[in-house]
């Protein structure tokens, strides 16, 4: 196996008895290192992180950029993001155990443990929806994080703690999207019914459950919930979307290093903080079946087709693409200030992660998905195309 390489700002020195095929990776690393730098610098944006984990457990890493331009703070390996959605892969590989546990089961009516809430018949499909519905967004609810008066919400009370049931209501009498099942529309919302739907089956709160059976088990110690405004270890957050909605400054942390709008409300439609090799390596124990056992995992990659792009396909809290390296599966995340991205490659083993301190894709000058492609093509083959 391998050295576990580490690449930032330059490429660290060989160790003295370096295997002789640690050359080659070490020469890709320097490409995939210099390609990011190269792409920071033509498009502008702050900063990246870049970390991946083969199939013979070697871990590497690159970054680019500042974590903080305007204090001069270089970008490091291990400074954290906000992953957005990402943390719906959390929430779905749990619904996959508790339901191997027999203490939910993903075709239960979400009436069974929501049914008896005085707001229940104003939602949309409340009667037919299913918990697989809502991990697979085919619930026909609306997202309520697109809805105006959210926002408005939030900005009027930026450290303001949200119950569930006060983000459902923003969709509450609502005619339905389509009928339960029939249909998908992504929807932050449908990870909220669910998670009320687990805590209710559980009696547990769901990031204690997380992090006893995913997160600790795994190692991941630089994943944590985003759900407090002081979150240590952040790169500066640069937001576009949310200042035009709200109006925040150009910086998501203040001068004190805390959020100016509290993430908590994300809970189950995203919820943690993380890095990129952590992501990496949480995608990689998920495709090496080291998560959820093998008839889950398929269960989790029986995807339905998706508005997210060409071909691309939904699963249970699972994005399945195509590239140029056979089919992938993964996430991607959006939070205001941050993009991220996690891929894991079946037919090779691998998985990566990407993650941008803003939010402003057109900066980029592609997707994350395809600027993640890249740089796995130049560590893979040396094709970055």
Known sequence: MLSTLILSAAVMAAPAQEPAAAAPARDRLQAVHAHLAALQEARGFPGATFAFVLADGTEGAVVAGFADREAGVAMRPNHRMLAGSIGKTWFACLAMLLAEDGVIGLDDPLSKWLGKEPWFAR??????????????HRSGVREHVQEPAFWQAVN???????????????????????????GW??????????GMAMERATGARLYDLVEQRLIRPLGLFATTPSDRMRLPGLAQGHPVLMRRMLGVPERMLDEDGRMVVNPQFEWTGGGYVSTSLDLARWAQAIGAGRVVPKARLAEMLDAVPANTGPGDRYGLGLQVRASRFGATFG??????GWLSETVYFPELGLAAAIQINTDDMRSLGAPPYQRLLELVGLLVDGKGD
Do not use: C, M, Q
């Open 331 to 336: 996430h991607g995340g959006w939070f205001p």
């Open 185 to 194: 529309s992504y929807a932050d919302t449908n990870y909220i019914l669910a």
């Open 156 to 182: 009027a009370e930026r450290t303001k703690i949200w119950k569930p049931e006060e983000l459902v209501a923003f969709v509450l009498d609502d005619e339905p999207l389509f009928a339960a099942g029939e």
């Open 123 to 136: 939602l949309p499909n409340h009667d037919a929806i299913t918990l697989r519905h809502l991990l697979r």
